[in-house]
Every structure is written in structure tokens, then in C-alpha cells.
């Protein structure tokens, strides 16, 4: 059947639930999110005379709830506006609004008396073939439907969501036996292609799948840092990026997430795993009681493993628990030769197959764990999962790790691996030794562009369902390189469309960059008929090289300066000007140069969370290669007759100048860094082969090579004395300092054309080139040269 999904009940407004509704409101579906009437008065409500009764009172968890969640941070929310799509109400005098809902999702207390309660409840006001589904982490699904309608069965299915359901990709879908196979299609084809999500079909097995195996590596961690004498900072360094993990690593990740949710878990596999090998592997260790007893539970009890804390000079500092005296220390500097040696690797996989063959504890812990994980997973096929690619899947999604178990198993070699294991009495799985006896010694290879994996039961290699729209640049490495260089990497997508991709340090964009830009259009233009400019990291790119800047300002050589900044701005014009269409696929940090990028594409295709911002102000610049000019021009395209010109122009100086950056890509419409054409991809699976259908829709639409303007309006004297005058204010109400206003009246000149007598129409090139002047006279100042060291140095922004 033909489902559309255009209204959702939530039922239960926790944590989880009012963020499971934000999200749903972010993909612009209106939302029904229900919870309990109070059962008793606030002190307030009384001192007002309101009545049990009263609205405002029987609506009081839900609506604080979805206040908390909407002032949280990070926001669950792409725009606060979003909002307005939640409907709030109770139990008591809404459940049968559920009747107009197309799917309902039940996230209360996990408690299976209760969730049963209520779904007889559901069952009064549901209509026939509704979705409903519970959000339960622990909770097996075929119990909570017991007693239901067949209809109610056959639509019935866990969706596990992961907090927070913005950010976290892993979407688990838990069918019952009695599930309909179309429901359970249905829930995976739309969240991926809707809500943004990894889906991943999992079994309905105790913590599912990501849980199962992420718990199993933080309890086997425990295990293993008490074999080796490890502390908490020690371990917090080896399991975090240098493995390709998540900065919070183990500890940190644990305080986020709730020492008591660690529990529950853990002690719920204990109770439920009579045949899982590693059942002791689950019981708490005794440090872990112990912080449970006192109530240190993380961050939502203000210390856990770790604790914030003021030192005698008023400064934040944070300490890490000793877990031998449970008393808070000052954080150790983690030393290991291993560590030292694996820094200078920048690639993950040779960084790890480095790590595997250390010596020190540091690598032994590696190893240890590692093998643990593999003998886990193996084992755990076909109990929670019958294709190994659901785990890697899983555990990416739900725990940001950059490889899945059998991937990083692959990486580490699993033929040398296995001998390994067995040697230390850790053999994994039968079937991973008839795997390679049948020849087979790796669970995924590539072929064509198209990741395989290896399929147990038949003994062969197939693709992974579901990922044929998704263009992932690793698979097309082997094949498809049609020129590279340090720091870009250019292929042949096939269908006529040429992909470009930055592999520099954050994919700042210094000249190898600028030279695979140029390299892109001139093939493009030649042999093929659209251009994308896409990676698969982490960031779409931070921005221009600042070290590289810095070091020409601080030898003076600003001819250098120059040159390179005139040859940014060329090559921002050949790329907006080429003769073949250019698309932008930004995600994440889409910064500085990065953002000059994607407003000079003839369209952009961003992903959901995209930061994208103009942000040289905060290290004492303009933004010089064409971002200034870009921005001036969108904003004189959209002066209208009668509107108050300044206003509008006033806008986007301040956009410029407060180095705002958009939470996401939605928000990047309003600072005109996106605009109408421009679109947005809720998969980040999916964004490089939507840009790649983009470039290919302008190509076939008849593209035709756009012609540099000059017919930018420019408000010159006038509006560049009203900016000048309100600078000073700043500056004389002590909101900026000296050198910020500077910057202002540089980056006002510029944008105002400068100093015109009248409004004039002017060109491109005459706002490069102010805006180049701006920017070469900057990297002169003292004060901008200390910004830009504090940024390359600590980090942090510098306001001097």
C-alpha cells in the first residue's frame, strides 16, 4: 500500500520524546506530542487559583518539557520556527486526536506495565492501519503488544531512535513476528530517505544491536584498564579520534550519556545473557556501585567521571575521578611512545594498523579490546543480526565510531588477526574461520563503485541493500581517479559529472586546493558536462589556510599576500563562471573560504547540518575571496522598491561582521548564504549522489555560461556614513574594541562600494577588488596577527 506520513503522535514528552517531536517538526511534519496530567497542584498554579482542570495545568509536563527541549543545547530544532508544528496536550483530553495521526510513536517510562496501559488506551481512538511504534531501548517488543488487535499487531514495530535524534544517525527498526513486512520496509525506507537516519533492521534481542555490542566495549574497557593499570585519562586517550572514535571517548561519552543508563543496561544484558559468553564481561565493577550509591551520575548530576570545577583563580578546570580513592584529581598528561609515533599519521587506517603492532600498554589495550570486540561480534551473528554489515552499521550510527567492528577487523588484517586471537584464547566464530577457508579474507570488498559484504549463508559477496543512491568517494578510489594531487582528489562519477574532493587538514583550502578547483573546471568544461565539489569528511572544509597566511604577514611579504588572495578570487570567478553547471555539497564546518565556495556554485546541495558562516572578522579580516563581493550582490538583488535599502544592507554587515555561522542548513537561508535553488539533503549518505542528479538537472536543462555583472548596487557615502556612525557607537558603549572597529569601517567601505557621492551600479571586479585591498591592509595590523596565532595556536578566538 501507498503510505504518506502527514501528521505524528508522540506519547510521552521526556527527554527523548520532545526531541524525537523537534525532529520530526524539522522535516516540516506537524506533530501531536501528548503526556500525563499532573496530579496535583505547583505551588504557583494554587497561589493563581488554577484548578487541576485548568488547561495551563493539565498541560504543564508537556509544555515545560518542550520548552526545555527547545532552549536545550545542542538544539534538537533547525529553526526555533519549527516549533509552531507541535501541538502539545494530555492524556486525559487529547488521546483521541490520535485518530488523525498517520504514526504513532510511544516514548514514555520504560515500564511494561505502563507502555501496555496505554496502548489498550491507543487502541480506543487508533485508526485501522496506523504505524505504531515504541521508542523502548530495553523492553522486549512482541511483549508490549500483547493482547492487541491483529491490526494493531500486524502495524506494530520498534524504532529505536538514539539521543539526541538530531545528531545521532542510527535509527533501529525492531519488527515482532506478527510485524507486516510492509511496515517494517516502510520504517526503513523512510528513515533514511526522511528523517535522515541510518536505519538498521535489528532483532528483537536484549539492547538490540548497537547497545548490545557499544556496552560490551565499555564494560570489556573496564576489564581491561584494571588489567593494565590504566586511569581514566590514559584510557580517554586511546579510545578516542586516534582510533577514529568520538573526542568523548569512553569516560566522557559515559558522563554524557548517565552512569545509571550505563547500568540499567548492562545489568539488564547480565540478567537476560544465560547464553551470551561474555555474561560476567556485564557485571558492574565496584567503582561503578559506588557512584551509583553516591548519585554521581554524570553531567546530569554535575559530576561523574569527570567534574567542572572552579580553581583558586576563578578559572573552569576539570578533574578526573580516581577510581581507586573515588576522590577527584587534576587531569594527567597521558604520555605513551605508541601515541607519540602515531601522530604524525594522518589516515586512519595506517594509523590503526601502526597502533596494532605496539608495544606499550597503550597498544596492548588496543589489541585487547580489539580482539575482545571481534570474538563479540562474530558470536553475535546470526542472534542479533543475520548480515554483518547491520553491526557496522549500528555501531557508527548510534556510537560515532569511523569503522565498524568487521571493518576495522578488515583493517587490521583478518587472517593475522584470528592467529592472534587464537593464540591469547579468543577464537572467534566458526563461520569467519569457513570464510577464509573458502578463500575469503575480508567480510567487504569493492567492486564497480559498490561496497559488498560477505554473506554467511551463501558464502559470496553481495551489496549492501539499500545504498545503491548513496555515492561513497572511498568505493570509487580504486577506479575512478581521474587526477589528484596533495590535497584534492578528482573522479569520474560516470553520467557525464566530474566530483571534486579536498583531503587536506580539515580541508582548509590553501593552493593544492585552488589548484584542483581550477583543474576540475578546465576537464569539466572540456570532456564532461557538470562539475560537483564534494568529500566524505568529517567538515566540508574550515576555511583558507591561515598558518600559511601567517607566516607571509609575519615576513611582510604582502605581495605574496596579494597574489595568493587575487588567485582565490580567480578562481572563485572561473568556477562561478565555467561553461559547465558547478554544485557545492557542504556538511558540517562550511567555513570562510569554505562558505566563499558554495556562494559562488550555480547551486548548493547541503546537507541538513551544515555550519556554514563568514567568519574571517573573528581572526581580524574581511572575507576576501569574493565573499564580501557575494554577499553585497545577493543582498542588492534583493532590495525592493519602497523597502529601506540600508536596512537590508545593515543586515548582512552584521552577518559579516558578528562572524555568524548557521546551525544548520536551514538557518543558512536566512544569512542569504543560501538562497531559492539551493536545497537540502536530510542523509548525509545520500548528498554527493543528490548533488551529482543536481548538476546533472542544470546540464540538462540547457546550462548556459552566466556573464560576469556589473550591475551591483552599491549605496555608497550616505549608507557608508550611517555604518560608521553606528560602529562608533559600538565602540563608545565599549561593545568592540579599537581593532573590531577597525575591521567594521574596512569591511563598510567595501560593502557600501566606498565613498561614492551617490548610489552607483558597479561590477564584480571592483568589489574583489576593495575587498582585497581590505583584506591585504588587515594581515598588516599587530592586533589581526594575534588573532590569527590564537586561533592557530589554542583555538580560541582573541578579542584585543
Sequence with gaps: MKRNIKKVAVLGSGVMGSRIACHFANIGVPVLLLDMAPQELAPEEAARGLT??????????????????IGSNPAPLYQKSAASLITT?????????IASCDWIIEVVVENLKIKQSLFGQVEQFRKPGTLITSNTSGIPIHLMAAGRSDDFRKHFCGTHFFNPPRYLKLLEIIPTPDTDQEVTNFLLHYGDLYLGKTTVLAKDTPAFIANRVGIFGIMDAFNQMQRLGLNIDEVDRITGPVIGRPKSATFRTLDVVGLDTLAKVAQGLYQTGTHDEARELFQLPPYVQQMLDKGWLGDKSKQGFYQKTKNAQGETEILTLNLQTLEYQPKQKVRFASMEQLKPIEGLKPRLQAFYKATDKAGEFF???AHGLFRYVSNRIPEIADELYRIDDALRAGFGWDMGPFELWDTLGVTDTVRVMEAEDQKPAAWVYEMLESGNNSFYKVEKGQKLYYDIPTKTYKGIPGTESFIILDNYRESSVVWKNAGATLFDMGDGILNLEFHTKMNT???????????????AEKDFRGL????????????????????YALDQDYDEINLMIRQFQNTMMRMRYSAVPVVAAPHGLTLGGGCELCLHADKVQ??????????????????AGGGTKEMVLRTADSFEEGDPEYNSLRNTFTTIAMAKVSTSAHEAFDYKFLRRGDEITLNNNRLISE??????????AGYTQPIPRRDIKVLGRGALGMFITGVYAMFDGNY??????????KLAYVMCGGDLSAPASVSEQYLLDLEREAFLSLTGERKTLERIKSILTGGKPLRN
Excluded: C
Aim: proline content about 3%; hydrophobic content about 45%; aromatic content about 4%.
Design 509 to 523: 583550502m590553501g593552493g593544492e586546493v585552488a589548484q584542483g578547483l581550477n583543474k576540475a573546471v578546465e576537464m
Design 532 to 551: 560537483v565539489i564534494g568529500n566524505d569528511a568529517p567538515n566540508f572544509s574550515a576555511g583558507a589556510n591561515l598558518a600559511l597566511l601567517y607566516m
Design 367 to 369: 589489541r585487547a579490546t
Design 736 to 745: 568592540i574594541s579599537e581593532h573590531d572597529r577597525k575591521i567594521a569601517n
Design 691 to 700: 548533488a551529482k542528479q543536481a548538476a546533472i538537472d542544470l546540464a540538462e
Design 89 to 97: 496536550g494530555n492524556f486525559t483530553d487529547n488521546l483521541k486526536d
Design 52 to 69: 487541576l482542570d485548568s488547561p495551563a495545568v493539565k498541560n504543564r509536563i508537556v509544555n515545560s518539557s518542550l520548552q526545555a527541549a
Design 606 to 623: 547541503a546537507a541538513a547540518e551544515t555550519y556554514m558562516g563568514l567568519v574571517e572578522f573573528g581572526v581580524g579580516l574581511i572575507p
